[in-house]
């Protein structure tokens, strides 16, 4: 059967995904000091794992049992077992990347130090791809799996994957804000305690936060962004065979009209079942450019590391747009497809590399000049780069909606958001690549490994700095279309007419734009308290530990590291549990509230929920590039002066830059990232519960 070739190729991927995860483990993993880093770090990156996962099973039963007993459709039981199957596949996900993640990071470390720097970047990139490969293959073997056994029933298949979504929509939103809280809660109690405080280099292991830290960085940016970016990439395939699937209908109803019309320029005429698998057929092409572009960046690592890594997420771009073009001919589609998937690709790659122009580029530069003059003028040009850096993105995701929709009509934006995903296979690897190399320097800072070992591994960080900040900035993007896909897959069931002539259609989808508008900045509030207060815990903690523990500045005590990474776990299942409320209870008021109190057969639940998603939307990408923006711009800086620049580590301008960054840290890791979370959960929430408005 045709229909099974993509979650066998998947299977594939994950097979791939575990040769290399078995190469890895196979290197050398160290003893003595160094082995026992790695282990405290790899022990408490699977406590935090347990317990998210833990608190993730409660939310799990409550919502598949509310899908279960509270529809009363054919689809409910299978759409609650899609739901329950897409929670396990963006766990094993979280959890596998986090596993080789934890593994990687200290073989990385001894590869610099034994090896030099080319291997290091091997084993730090081989790293990332498992997370990459494992990303694409979960959701292929979910995805296909589910569309193969339920293709039968192509009424309600939509809804049985929208099941699917809900599922990673709800993981994405625990490991993400709760990585986030966890990681940023370390990072600003280790930074400000031991470099401003106590004076001490970053990664020195007299610091009791430096473990919880370097957990951290797996946690936010390994688990949680991978469960983002799965989260966006099984949305948009949903989105795109929702809105297929009503074409479909509605051309069933009458053979002449829009959708007729828009079939027809689409090229599936003869066979519009096609693009109900036409998404899944284009990520699996995806799954094999991103193999190649793997293997493309292992052949150029002995280069320019930068160069490798960019060549290789460019080369799997022009790659899955020519196969794209090849299949859709094959398949007999208009090359309308084709283009519609091009527009979505260049849109991905253009807000990557302005990404990476204004948090690695000039503007980084003239934030740490600004630092001369201290903290105040800093933080000022750090949030004017981060307002500015939003501008050229939004034209872009702007003029890929345009594009796309010329070609292909509503289908068109779907395959856009399926072309800015389809390679993430490479594209989470050069991400997860990130965190990966910056625990590798921990490592080798607090081992003793030498300054060439630790230069080596600088070198890495840099580039996987950089690497993260596009990551964040396409994860951003990609979260946008996905959302945006799915909104129109929501307006398309509920088959509203939003007529801005009518006042009561107009009045609802303002109040609702209005409720929408609100939500990301309350979400925002929300995560960045949470790590204020997480941060005073930890801060408290570490100034405990360095007052009450005997000789631990001197380097003749151990710290109690365990203590931190609790305090930073704690905080992270605690205070993310308001964020999930938001993003799953806003739809749910906004719709049945509505529902009840408008007049019968007025739709006005629909309506409003429609004005709350483009509202959350608008809000969520633009609040989510500032953030990110700005924090990666006060990141960069703060590195720029430790490389000597303006007075060099120690200066009046470092401190400036420590404090820009450390502002920054919850912007870019936490606030900015969830909000990808926030409109994608609630835009299939919405698009779950469609049929009851």
């Known amino acids: 059967m045709p229909e099974l070739i993509t979650p066998i190729l998947g299977l594939v991927g994950l097979a791939f995904a575990f040769l290399i995860l078995r190469n890895i483990v196979s290197r050398d993993g160290g003893e003595g000091v160094v082995a026992n880093i790695a282990e405290k770090i790899h022990r408490g990156a699977m406590v935090f794992m347990k317990r998210e996962f833990r608190l993730i099973s409660y939310f799990a039963i409550v919502i598949g049992l509310a899908i279960f007993m509270f529809q009363d459709q054919s689809f409910a039981k299978p759409q609650a077992f899609a739901f329950f199957l897409g929670c396990l596949a963006s766990s094993a996900s979280g959890f596998i990347g986090m596993y080789t993640a934890t593994k990687a990071n200290v073989r990385t470390a001894l590869a610099a130090k034994n090896k030099g720097a080319a291997e290091a970047l091997t084993v730090a990139f081989f790293g990332g791809s498992v997370m990459g490969l494992t990303v694409a293959s979960m959701g292929l073997i979910g995805l296909g799996g589910l569309f193969a056994y339920f293709n039968s029933d192509p009424i309600h298949l939509a809804e049985i994957l929208e099941g699917f979504a809900m599922g990673a929509s709800l993981v994405a939103l625990f490991y993400r804000v709760g990585g986030g809280i966890f990681t940023k809660a370390a990072d600003v109690g280790a930074d400000l305690v031991g470099k401003v405080e106590a004076g001490i280099p970053e990664d020195d292991p007299r610091n009791p936060g430096v473990i919880a830290d370097n957990v951290g960085d797996n946690v936010g940016d390994v688990a949680g962004m991978g469960s983002d970016i799965f989260e966006s990439y099984c949305g948009a395939q949903i989105a795109t065979i929702a809105i297929g699937a009503s074409l479909g209908a509605r051309l069933a109803e009458s053979s002449t009209g829009v959708a007729a019309d828009m079939i027809a320029k689409l090229g599936a005429t003869e066979d519009p079942s096609i693009l109900l698998q036409l998404p899944l057929i284009l990520t699996t092409v995806g799954l094999i450019c991103s193999i190649l572009g793997i293997f493309l960046v292992r052949t150029l690592s002995d280069k320019d590391p930068a160069k490798a890594l960019r060549y290789g997420t460019i080369g799997s771009a022009i790659l899955f747009v020519i196969a ?7 398949l007999g ?8 998937v091009l527009a979505g690709a260049v849109g991905g790659i253009i807000i990557g590399l302005v990404t990476e122009h204004y948090t690695g580029g000039a503007p980084v530069r003239e934030i740490a000049r600004q630092g001369e003059t201290g903290v105040a003028t800093l933080m000022i040009c ?9 501008v050229i993105p939004m034209l872009t995701i702007a003029a890929t909606i345009f594009i796309s929709y010329e070609f292909s009509g509503l289908y068109g934006v779907g395959l856009a958001a399926v072309g800015m995903l389809g390679t993430v296979g490479i594209t989470m690897a050069i991400d997860a690549y990130g965190p990966v190399a910056d625990n590798a320097g921990g490592i080798a800072e607090m081992a003793k490994m030498g300054p060439e070992t630790r230069t080596i591994t600088d070198g890495l960080d840099a580039v996987g700095n950089t690497t993260a900040a596009i990551g964040k900035g396409f994860a951003i ?63 408290t903690e570490i100034r405990r530990q360095f007052r009450e523990i005997p000789g631990l500045l001197e380097g003749k005590a151990e710290p109690e590291t365990d203590k931190c990474i609790d305090i930073a776990t704690a905080a992270a299942t605690r205070r993310m549990i308001g964020p999930a409320l938001l993003a799953v209870g806003t739809p749910l008021v906004v719709g049945f509230g509505f529902e009840f109190i408008g007049a ?52 009046d301008t470092h401190t400036a830059t420590v404090v820009g960054d450390t502002v920054g840290d919850p912007l870019k890791d936490t606030s900015g990232p969830s909000m990808n979370i926030v409109i994608n959960v609630m835009a299939i929430v919405s698009l779950v519960i469609a049929g009851l408005l």
Request: charged letters at 10%; one cysteine or more; a negative charge.
């Open 600 to 651: 019968e057969g007025t739709q006005s639940g629909a309506k409003a929920l429609a004005g709350t998603l483009c509202g959350a939307l608008l809000g969520c990408v633009l609040l989510a590039l500032m953030m990110s923006n700005a924090g990666g711009a006060w990141d960069n800086a703060k590195k720029y002066v430790e490389e000597g620049n303006h007075g060099g580590k120690g200066s």
């Open 333 to 340: 589609l208009s090359s309308n497809v084709a283009f519609s």
């Open 324 to 330: 794209t073009f090849l299949t859709s001919s094959s």
């Open 477 to 539: 993007g990609a979260a946008g279309l996905a959302a945006l896909a799915l909104i129109t897959a929501f307006i398309q069931k509920t088959q509203i007419s939003l007529d801005l002539a009518d006042p009561d259609s107009l009045r609802l989808f303002f109040v609702g734009l209005m409720i929408g508008g609100a939500v990301p900045f309350l979400n925002g509030a929300i995560t960045m308290n949470a790590v204020g207060e997480a941060a005073f815990e930890m801060i």
């Open 382 to 390: 750090g949030l004017g780069v981060g307002l500015k850096s939003v």
